[in-house]
């Protein structure tokens, strides 16, 4: 039921890039939560606890499968790539904010809200099939 999430997680970036409710306070409570729905959706990915919006906790846990790969213990490889890739998107994220914001920061939530539409209306379709 990831769609339905991300849409609300869409809809509340959206409220928070509207203009009327642009105070920085409402916009800064509303990025919380929508952080927050993030957080609650992916918290478990097929037996995995995700922390999508904590990157420490994701190195954490890098650091405890390479600690196993060197202790020669088993683990699951998907969950190392799904990690880096998360720590990767934050990462290219972070950088990209850094370059955008300055150049048009009115639009950088509608940029997540767009993105997080996105990815609902994939969902929509992956599970359609």
């Not at 959206?14 to 993030?38: F, K, M, Y």
């Not at 957080?39 to 890098?62: E, K, P, Q």
């Not at 998107?89 to 990209?96: E, H």
Request: hydrophobic share 55%.
């Amino acid at each position: 039921p990831y769609a339905p999430v991300l849409a609300g997680q869409s809809a509340d970036l959206a409220q928070a890039a509207l203009p009327p409710l642009n105070d920085p306070t409402v916009s800064v409570r509303l990025g919380a939560a929508a952080c927050g729905i993030q957080n609650a959706m992916a918290s478990s990915y097929y037996g995995l606890v995700v922390r999508t919006t904590h990157v420490t906790g994701i190195i954490t846990d890098l650091g405890f499968m390479l600690g196993a790969c060197l202790t020669g213990q088993r683990f699951v490889w998907w969950k190392v790539l799904l990690l880096v890739m998360l720590v990767a998107g934050y990462l290219a994220g972070g950088i990209a904010a850094a370059i955008l914001t300055p150049l048009a920061p009115e639009l950088m939530l509608w940029c997540c809200c767009v993105f997080a539409a996105a990815i609902a209306i994939g969902c929509l379709f992956l599970h359609r099939e």
